[in-house]
């Protein structure tokens, strides 16, 4: 049995047509769907990445001031590194307190310096050469001010002390005393001879009545004259 079909043909494309339109509208729902999810996941990369670039920015700068920081310390670590070197150059290596308590002690009351110097000298150019001699400061503190120019760098002191002593005996005990001393070393008696000293008595008595005319009451007694070298054994050999 043959079946007929009573639908016209244009209803027919009107269906056709209304299906076809209605797969459209869902197709570009579900890509509209998808663009605006797109667009907030982009935009939310982009406020992030935004953030981060901000952040980044500020790292940046705040790196950028640490670095001006750091060469500015380096630069005045490298000044304080020259005005270190320059002043152990120019150190003495002396603590001239201990070196004149020193001597205070050794020297008694029969003799009187009138001069002591100190001298700055450089090591002798054969003992520089040496390759195993070194300087080795024991005491350190006080730098020397002098007129003229001192020498720098490894220097040992000569001291030279002059005076008066009541008699030889007591200029070779002092050459012993500083021989002994571990303050001194290379001690040597440049000279020691006798010498006259007037001194004035009490000046209570009545000066004596000459004919040549008035003359103070005077007493004449002999004492030794000397002069003595050393040096400070502030450095040693190794």
Known sequence: MKEIDFLPEWYKDSRRREFSYRTQYIALAGIFVVMVVWNFTTAYSISKAKAELVQ?????AEAERT???LDSIKSKVA????????VEKIESKIDFASVLAEMSFLIDERIVLSKVQFIAEKFADEQQAKPNVVSAVRVAGIKIGDKGALPVGDVRFKVVMG????????VAALVCKLEDS?????????YSRDKQVRRETNPAVRPQISEKGVSEPQ???LVSEFEI???LANCHEK
């Open 182 to 190: 571990p303050y001194f070393c290379n001690v040597i008696l440049l």
């Open 56 to 60: 980044m920015s500020a790292s940046k």
């Open 163 to 170: 005076g008066v002593a009541a008699d030889a005996s007591d």
């Open 67 to 69: 670095s001006v920081k």
């Open 229 to 231: 070298s050393c040096y």
């Open 79 to 86: 000044s304080l590194q020259k005005k270190v070197e320059s």
């Open 219 to 221: 007493e004449n007694f």
